[in-house]
């Protein structure tokens, strides 16, 4: 290491190890990644870094300088982090697709940055289940209006991730890998290229079939013990996504359809398990479980208005009966919103922040107010909703399934419903892992417009994956219902 930073004037910098090339700062007793290379292409990656560590996982740039002129990085992978080829022996298929929808964001926001990046496999690493890059090797600046091919990117997460025996775990995510990965004859074909783009909308079927390019047999789907991940039929699709940060996906939906051969109604549930009490998940699905059933029995012998209701108390009820670890704890929690859609009508009720939108041809309508404690102080006039907003309580949900006071007693449950009219368009409900990950409630009701056009799984599908794109740090849940699909016309 003759050019190394002991040759420097500047002896700040202890080198401890060769590779990955790591240096102490004598200083403040850190460690640092060590870039070696031409000054002129350090100062590249360092700009490069630089401009990406606000957005996603990239290493934090603490000096280049001219007396270093190989620079340094401050953030080291700590001591539990493994090179991805390396973790590849322990990932099942579902963290592999996790993985990769990381991958591909990270393609997306460097792509928008402006910047290309030739990958190096080491670069890789995987911390705590999440994907960080080491570096950006051989980073290049993109030319106005071309595109970031992340073929290469891809194949080396293939390269990584593909060998036995994770083709015996196999997930949509390694199905796409197996269809879109260049053959070496192939690797400098134009029509092969794919853009970051081009990737994502690729994802969006990850849930779908996805052909194998290994014969006409199927290549294994995970079975896990959970609500199916995607759902669609009649007009109606579900789904639910655990996202790039939460290890369990604590959210459920369900739906339910009934009715003459002339006339359908459709229920749709959505539950978001509350993070912070225990046994979330079990709370979320026991909800949806008790709606449907409740809704199945008496749909019929009462309105909606007042059916709703009835089913979300059922609910709660269920939901209080789950076990506790003490008498005075607070036990599982969950928010709901529930609908029942016929031809021209909407019931919807709720309690929580998991919200319902009607989307019609020419306007879009939330049906839902969220039940947390900036709606709650803005409501009685106790602040203005700016400094509700910025409340560190702001989101803190105040009605849920499964509420107890302090002394372990069971709080009122006071759900809140809405009927109206409704025509041709689409019902969304969602929970805040996706509508909270749009910047603002316009920007949400223009991803349900985008896809206004689109059929139930296209359009459950495109939300989720507008979360994922936007950061996906919650889990992220949707049910759509077509409500100009409800009514039959009669045969002949």
Request: proline residues 7%.
């Amino acid at each position: 290491m003759t050019n190394g930073p002991r040759s420097q004037k500047n002896v700040r910098f202890e080198v401890v190890s060769e590779e990955p090339p790591i240096v102490r700062d004598r200083e403040t007793q850190e460690f640092h990644l060590w870039l070696r290379g031409p000054a002129e292409a350090v100062a590249l990656e360092a700009l490069a870094l630089q401009s990406l560590a606000m957005l996603t996982a990239m290493p934090r740039i603490s000096e280049v300088s001219s007396a270093f002129p190989q620079g340094v990085l401050c953030e080291v992978p700590p001591r539990h982090a493994r090179r991805l080829r390396e973790s590849a022996r322990t990932l099942d298929g579902f963290s592999a697709e996790r993985l990769l929808r990381e991958l591909v964001v990270i393609a997306m926001q460097v792509e928008r940055a402006g910047y290309a990046f030739d990958p190096d496999l080491d670069d890789l690493w995987v911390v705590s289940g999440r994907l960080r890059f080491l570096r950006l090797r051989r980073v290049s600046r993109l030319a106005r209006g071309r595109r970031f091919d992340v073929g290469p990117l891809l194949a080396v997460f293939a390269e990584a991730v593909l060998p036995e025996p994770m083709l015996h775990a196999s997930t949509g995510a390694l199905r796409f890998l197996l269809t879109y990965r260049r053959p070496a004859e192939l690797a400098h074909a134009t029509e092969l290229f794919v853009s970051a783009d081009d990737a994502n909308q690729l994802l969006e079927g990850l849930s779908g079939a996805i052909p194998s390019p290994r014969g006409s047999t199927p290549l294994p789907v995970r079975s896990l013990k959970r609500f199916p991940s995607f759902a669609a039929a009649d007009g109606v699709a579900c789904f639910t996504d655990v996202g790039l940060v939460r290890r369990v996906n604590e959210d459920a939906v369900g739906a339910l359809n009934g009715g003459s051969s002339t006339e359908r109604w459709t229920a749709l549930v959505v539950c978001d398990g509350v993070s912070s009490s225990p046994r979330a998940s079990e709370a979320s699905k026991t909800a949806v479980h008790c709606v449907l059933e409740t809704i199945h029995t008496l749909e019929g012998a009462m309105p909606d208005k007042d059916l709703l209701p009835m089913a979300l108390t059922a609910a709660n009820d269920q939901v209080l009966t789950l076990p506790r670890r003490r008498p005075r704890d607070q036990g599982p929690a969950t928010t709901v919103v529930v609908a029942i859609v016929r031809p021209g009508r909407v019931t919807v009720s709720w309690a929580g922040d998991s919200r319902a939108y009607l989307c019609g041809p020419n306007a879009m309508h939330r049906l839902t107010r969220d039940h947390n404690w900036a709606t709650e102080v803005v409501a009685q006039g106790h602040l203005s909703d700016d400094e509700a907003r910025q409340h560190p309580h702001a989101h803190a949900i105040t009605r849920f399934l499964g509420g107890r006071h302090e002394d372990g007693q069971p709080a009122p449950f006071n759900p809140e419903t809405r009927e109206l009219q409704a025509g041709e368009g689409w019902l969304v409900l969602a929970t805040d892992g996706v509508w909270g990950l749009a910047p603002s409630e316009r920007t949400f009701e223009a991803w349900i417009r985008e896809g206004f056009r689109d059929d139930p799984a296209a359009l459950a599908k495109r939300l989720v994956h507008r979360a994922l794109l936007a950061g996906g740090d919650d889990n992220a849940s949707v049910a759509v219902v077509a409500l100009d699909d409800l009514r039959v016309s009669p045969k002949g």
